[in-house]
């Protein structure tokens, strides 16, 4: 008899800026990117501020107490419709707890979440340098072919 998955998933609060601390952590390493995710973290009042804010969403997946994984999103109002999408900036698990269904536990918790704000999409982007994203996207939902352009902020 299988006992169920052996991580729990939950939403952070405002004052839980340890368990966000450690997301970030668990994004750096997973993103190979200790450096954009750990040298300029923002101050603990910054990280409340956000984490209380209605407009974003912190999920972490937990095992024994230790955030092993987790996702960042972002509720986006619109204006052409009274409705929502919710754009899901960042997913990492850590790789000693890839391939137990951890990614695809958070994508339904937000979906869910989604669901009880009224969203009518949960959209994601990958990089085509990520296989392993993008066939979990792939599962989870419907591939669209677009391009994505960063455009710069004047100093």
Do not use: C, N
Not at 13 to 20: C, D, I, N, P, R
Not at 27 to 37: I, L, M, N, P, S
């Amino acid at each position: 008899m299988d006992s169920g998955p052996s991580y729990t998933i939950r939403q952070l609060g405002g004052s839980e800026v340890t368990a966000l601390e450690a997301l970030l952590t668990v994004f750096g390493e997973a993103f190979d990117d200790v450096e954009t995710y750990g040298r300029a973290r923002p101050s603990p009042a910054y990280q409340r501020r956000l984490l209380s804010s209605a407009t974003f969403i912190a999920l972490v997946a937990e095992v024994g107490g230790e955030v092993v994984g987790g996702l960042a999103a972002y509720e986006l109002q619109k204006f052409e419709q009274q409705r929502s999408e919710i754009y899901l900036y960042d997913l990492a698990v850590a790789e000693s707890h890839r391939r137990r269904g951890i990614a695809t536990a958070l994508i339904r918790e937000l979906q869910r979440i989604a669901a009880g704000r009224g969203a009518w999409v949960v959209f994601v982007q990958a990089d085509l340098s990520d296989p392993p994203a993008i066939a979990l996207y792939s599962k989870l939902g419907v591939r669209e072919s677009v391009l994505h352009f960063d455009l710069p902020v004047p100093p």
